[in-house]
C-alpha cells in the first residue's frame, strides 16, 4: 500500500501551490512530479485528496480532486493556558504531543513565579504543524503569544475554566470528575496550569474571583509540561 504525503497548506480550497516549506519537502526530498497524489491539510477540518500538476524546481503546483471534511473527536474548544519552562524544549514536547492528542489553542501565560518570560511563538507554530501532519490531525492548533496572567484572567471567556494548582488551603475538586459532572455542553474549556513554582497563592486567589474553578489534576504532583498534558488529555476524554 502506497503511504500518502500529507501537506499543511492554509486556505488550500483556494490557493493552487504549496507554501515554499512544503514545496521543498515535497520536491526535494520526496522527489515529487507531475501526476503524483498528495493530502492536503488546511488545519481548519479538511483534508484534500489532491494531485500535482506541476512540479518545478521551486514550485509545486495542485488540483484539488476530492475535500474530505473530518470530525473532531471531541466537542467544544480545548484551550490550555499554561506558564512556559525555563528549558523550551519541555515546551516544545508538550506542544508536539497535545497536538498528537488534540486541542485547539494554548497561551503563555507569565506569572509570579514564571522561570521565562519571552518565547518565539513561531518555533511552537512549526512544531505543531509538523505533529499535526505527523498524527492527521484536521486541525492546527492556535498559539498564542506571552500574555500577562491579569490580563488573561480579566478576559471575557465564556464556557467552563480552570486553574490548577497545588494549595491545600484552597478548596479544589478533582478537573475530570468535575467535567465529567458538567458533562460536553460547553462551547469551550480552558485550563491553567503554573509554572515549576506553582502560581501564587494570591494568583490563584484572584482566578478564583474572575470565575475560575479551583481544581487539582490527581494525587501526583506533576511537573508544568506533564500537568499540561494531563489537562488536555482529562478534557478530550471528559468530551468525546
Known sequence: MKEERYFYVPQAATATALPDEEATHALRVLRLKEGDEMVLMDGEGTFYRSRVTLAS?????????????QQRSWSGRIHLAIAPTKMMERMEWLVEKATEVGFDEMSLLDCRFSER????TSRLEKI?????KQSRKAWKPKVN????????IANHWQGQRFIAHCYEEVPRVNLFE????????????????????DFSIEEVKMAVDAGFVSVDL????????TAGLSAIMMTQLSRQ
Open 57 to 69: 524546481n521551486k514550485q509545486c503546483l495542485y488540483e484539488i480532486e476530492q475535500a474530505l471534511p
Open 117 to 120: 518570560r519571552v518565547v518565539k
Open 128 to 132: 505543531a504543524i509538523a505533529a499535526m
Open 145 to 152: 503569544d506571552m500574555q500577562d496572567f491579569k490580563a488573561f
Open 178 to 197: 468535575r467535567l465529567k459532572s458538567e458533562g460536553n455542553t460547553a462551547a469551550e474549556t480552558i485550563v491553567m496550569v503554573g509554572p515549576e513554582g
Open 218 to 225: 490527581g494525587k501526583s504532583r506533576l511537573r508544568t509540561e
